[in-house]
């Protein structure tokens, strides 16, 4: 059974700051995303991996994608206020999406 | 804007009801994913279909059913209903390469 895990849960950080989200996931899978949610709202996707090595780019936000470690990572650059929000990555499963926890993200003025 | 749209945008019920919560996606999509977010839980995927027809199943109740008609809606019908059942449903839709999924503004059940 294919598992998302994602750390951290939360965080909370200052304006301007650097900081990375890690999602490792149990079996192999060559496809994973990354999608972000405000408070009572849908799912916005923000990227989409689909191979190994990968990297996409928009704006401060960069993921990029390892499949032999089973490893992605979200790095956000000189975080702004804007950019609160929680962020799930999630993998493909045979046509399912099996999502990590997602990781309540918390920028500070 | 995502182009999936889903009706009703929030459902009060008591426990015991039915109810069904529909699902249209973007123009040429045709395949519908529901997915139910919950608190404890978290997100987890229910059932996709294919123009039509079921191809994969994830951790849908018994109580749960689905269905993707020819106009390529889809419904979601949810019976018997329980306290535990209340969250966050949303459906998805993607083309035929299936490689993004774009996701409806959700409904919100309360089940009381």
Redesign the interface.
Known sequence: ELKVEQNPLFLSMQEGKNYTIYCNYSTTSD?L?W?RQDPG?????LF?L?SNGAVKQEGRLMASLDTKARLSTLHITAAVHDLSATY?C?V?S??????G??TKLIIKP | D?GVTQTPKHLITATGQRVTLRCSPRSGDL?V?W?QQSLDQ????LI?YYNGEE??K?NILERFSAQQFPDLHSELNLSSLELGDSALY?C?SSDTS?????????TRLTVL
């Open positions: 496809r995303y999608y709202k849908s799912l916005e996707s989409v689909l799930f999630a493909d045979n046509y399912q999406l099996i999502w926890a997602g | 995502s395949s994913y997915y978290g997100l987890q995927f996709q191809r994969a994830g949303f998805a299936g490689n993004e999924q774009f996701f409806g503004p959700g």
